[in-house]
């Protein structure tokens, strides 16, 4: 049965571009123009909580969303120490000179006591902050979990818009939950040290299906034992299955320290775009990551606005303290809560 006119769907993106205020349509403009300033303004205005600001901030995505999408985005873990900051300021300075225009997401894990983050990015890539073709924005990890900052997704689109063509997300480090930037990248790299310990440690399931390319960081400490954590890694992919069966994720050492290698880096990030891209594979994974981040936002908004009504803003204490004396079960005291939020029948 043909929709009428009322339940057809929007033929063109010019049914989602809102109206915009001076002050937001200048956001928009400086961003197109390649501005930092009303980048940074964006972006702030994009990680604020503040429900008006929220509402500004979809819109002002709205408008910039056509001119985003045209950077490759590459995403970098790691544990700490592995070098991290060191490796991404010579690849960005790398790729300034090959003509690009890099942005650097670098999110900081915040304080679980007090929330607070150093956001001390800025100074670990003193020689890539200072380039103008260069922009590197620290966020606090805020308690998100997959060690991306909970606006990486918008920031990127951004950056995209004001036309960097080159984004690299760095997350705080590597465990279960730090493998979301996987979700919102188009490769994701993962670094890891020679002489690590247990090697075993190193070659977590849960990382190792979605790594697309691995690097063996601070080979000049030690050349052998680099190369044998090499053969390691490879001997450990053999175990798991790729996503494209069109591509076995390489290993390279390197040395970031040295800015040893990280052209061969970079050759490697162009195969795979250039393996995957004539498949369809490339295209493919970026509409899943927009459908995935559909649906988290939805989530989130569930999850928001569960907490934000009346009832259960008035009875979640009281529950909260019966579930842990023990007085009621958790699936009674949820059950409960949930029911608050279904209408009544009319």
Request: glycine share 8%; with cysteine; aromatic share 4%.
């Amino acid at each position: 049965m043909p929709m009428n006119k009322s339940e057809r769907l929007p033929e063109s993106r010019a049914d989602f571009v809102p109206e915009l205020d001076a002050a937001d349509r200048a956001l928009v403009d400086g961003v197109l123009a390649g501005q930092l300033r009303p980048l940074a303004k964006t972006i702030t205005l994009i990680e604020s909580s503040r429900e008006d600001h929220q509402a500004r901030a979809h819109k002002v995505m709205e408008a910039l969303l056509p001119a985003s999408g045209n950077a490759l985005r590459i995403g970098i873990s790691g544990v700490p120490g592995v070098g991290k900051s060191t490796f991404i300021e010579a690849l960005g300075l790398y790729l300034i000179e090959q003509g690009h225009r890099v942005a650097v997401l670098a999110v900081d894990p915040s304080s679980s006591v007090t929330g607070g983050s150093i956001l001390g990015d800025k100074t670990r890539m003193e020689m890539l902050s200072q380039r103008t073709e260069a922009y590197i924005r620290p966020s606090p990890s805020a308690g998100s979990l997959g060690g991306v900052a909970a606006k990486t997704r918008e920031t990127m689109l951004v950056c995209e818009a004001a036309g960097f063509d080159v984004i690299i997300v760095e997350t705080v480090g590597v465990g279960q939950s730090e493998t979301a930037v996987a979700g919102m990248t188009d490769i994701f790299c993962l670094l890891q040290l020679p002489n690590a310990g247990d090697d075993l440690q190193a070659i977590k399931k849960g990382i190792m299906e979605i790594a697309d390319l691995i690097v063996i960081n601070k080979a000049d400490i030690d050349a052998r034992a680099a190369q044998l954590a090499k053969s390691q890694m490879k001997s450990a992919l053999m175990m798991f299955r790729h996503a494209s069966p069109n591509w076995t994720p390489p290993v390279l050492t390197l040395s970031a320290l040295q800015k040893d290698s990280v052209a061969g880096f970079w050759d490697e990030v162009k195969r795979y775009r250039d393996t995957l891209r004539p498949t369809g594979e490339f295209d493919a994974k970026r509409r899943h990551q927009a459908l995935a981040w559909m649906w988290e936002m939805i989530d989130g908004g569930l999850r928001s606005r569960f907490r934000s009504h009346p009832q259960v803003k008035h009875e979640l204490p009281g529950l909260a303290r019966a579930v842990e004396e023990g007085a009621t079960t958790p699936s009674a005291a949820a059950m409960r809560l949930l029911g608050y939020m279904e209408k009544p029948s009319q």
